[in-house]
């Protein structure tokens, strides 16, 4: 994993060398009379995932064909803003997690701490699988590179570290259920070929042990973002079961450029969940960053859910989608209004749900935290700038608010202005640190600890 200080948020990153990297510019398309009302964002993603001439036809056609609807219902899709607006910054969203649970970097042990993979086993614990690496930029000691795992039996309440490797592998793991029987993790390993690796799986019998089985590299140059720009390094990828085989999502780390970003998420389609290839179709690529790790999760009635961390103008939160066609097409955008990088979903056998996420302090290191959705009363927005963050919040009094730096476990309100009533509370903080140092700054609300 890469924590750079260039990109501003928490990267789960391979140790691998450089892949081609194919720069290719979006064609523009030529005004016509169409039969449908195509949008700049709409346009720019039917150029961009199926090319000019298929953006003209459509553009230009009478009656869409089968073919043309599919094409234009996934970027519409796609393009559309999230609820709230374009940029979501001036709207309050209603909060629906709770904070239960974080550990900061350099604890037990252990190093630089981030990417959490959660589990529930069939006696009812969850596994929280994270990768403990290093970290540049500080002088951490501790780490291998390796995965290792803390437990909870309180359903994520409270959490135990365990001793050892769990998975040996030096990148973030995607773990499952097994439909076969037993678990199943995924992770990018060197292929024999230099500066190439592997999406590989590895196997289990009890979620605590993993055998490294096979896997395949992955051509990226055809997941393009809005500019028309190929994909390079790709993040941990998130794995699902799905009729025709398996389904994934990894994110580009873009490495190697520079801010201002506008990362796309990479759809990885496999028939046996050992070869992989781009999905060119599926890819989400926006005007706006995606800032980190993708989610895709099977959720407990069975629809898969997609939830993209992104930095829009400014606003942070996580973009929702879901599908009941194994990801043939998604919904329309929902939100939640959290900061959460590399988000990670589980569904509880007692109806509980859990978003686990991390995030990164450039004095201390990552971070771990588990949240349980909740029903409340709040609705809040987050904006951060550059070394600075202000939320909004309509349902809380100033003594119902903590502002949290909770890779550092620091209370940090005395330093807060709030101003304002339960109608409209004004929140800000600002740190004297520098681009970064408001990744680990949450507002927590009331006793539950709402969060955003």
């Known amino acids: 994993m890469v924590n750079a200080s260039t990109i501003g948020g928490l990267l789960a990153r391979r140790h691998i060398a450089a892949l081609a990297l194919a720069a290719v510019s979006a064609t523009v398309v030529p005004a016509s009379v169409s039969a449908v009302s195509l949008d700049t964002p709409t346009l720019r993603c039917l150029t961009t995932k199926y090319g000019a ?22 970027c519409k899709a796609q393009a559309a803003p999230p609820a709230g607006g374009a940029s979501a910054s001036g709207s309050l969203t209603a909060l629906t997690y709770s904070l239960l649970w974080s550990v900061g970097s350099q604890q037990g042990g252990l190093g630089n701490v981030s990417d959490p993979a959660l589990l529930q086993l069939a006696d009812g614990s969850i596994r929280l699988f994270f990768k403990n690496g290093n970290e540049p930029q500080i002088p951490i000691s ?13 359903n994520g309440v409270t959490w135990t570290l365990e001793s050892g490797v769990r998975i040996d592998v030096g990148s973030p793991v995607s773990v499952r259920v097994a439909e076969s029987g037993g678990y199943e993790a995924y992770g990018w390993v060197p292929s024999g070929t230099a500066g190439v690796d592997a999406l590989t799986r590895f196997t289990s019998s009890d979620g605590y042990g993993f055998t490294r089985g096979s896997g395949s590299a992955v051509v990226t140059a055809a997941c393009k973002n809005s500019d028309g720009g190929s994909a390079g390094f790709l993040g941990d990828a998130q794995v699902v079961k799905v009729a025709s085989g398996y389904l ?96 990670e979903r589980l569904d509880l056998s007692n109806g509980d749900s859990l978003l686990a996420f991390g995030n990164f302090d450039h004095t201390k290191g990552g971070l771990l935290a588990v949240a349980r959705k909740a029903r409340g009363s709040y609705s809040a927005n987050r904006v951060d700038s550059t070394s600075s963050v202000s939320w909004t919040v309509k349902g809380a009094s100033s003594t119902e608010v903590k ?33 970064g140092s408001t990744n680990c700054v949450y507002l927590l609300i009331g006793t539950s600890r709402f969060i955003i």
């Open 53 to 74: 001439k298929v953006a003209a036809q459509i553009r230009a056609a009478k009656k869409l064909s089968a073919a043309q609807n599919k094409q234009l219902a996934v």
């Open 142 to 154: 501790g780490f291998d590179n390796k995965i290792h795992s803390y437990v909870s039996r309180d």
């Open 248 to 343: 994934a999502f990894a994110h580009d780390l873009a490495s190697g450029k520079s801010a201002p970003f506008k990362r796309q998420a990479c759809k990885l389609v496999s028939t046996d969940g050992t070869t992989w290839s781009v999905d060119a179709t599926g890819t989400f690529a926006f005007a706006y960053d995606i800032q980190t790790n993708p989610e895709l999760y099977r959720n407990a009635t069975g629809q898969l859910e997609l939830l993209l961390p992104v930095d829009n103008a400014g606003s942070k939160y996580l973009e929702v989608r879901t599908s009941t066609n194994d990801g043939a097409s998604w919904s329309s955008v929902s939100k939640i209004p959290l900061y959460a990088a590399d988000p």
């Open 403 to 435: 502002v949290m730096n909770l890779c550092t476990s620091q209370d940090l309100t005395s330093a807060a202005k709030v101003s304002g009533s339960s109608t409209s509370l004004a929140v800000s903080w600002s740190s004297t640190g520098g681009p």
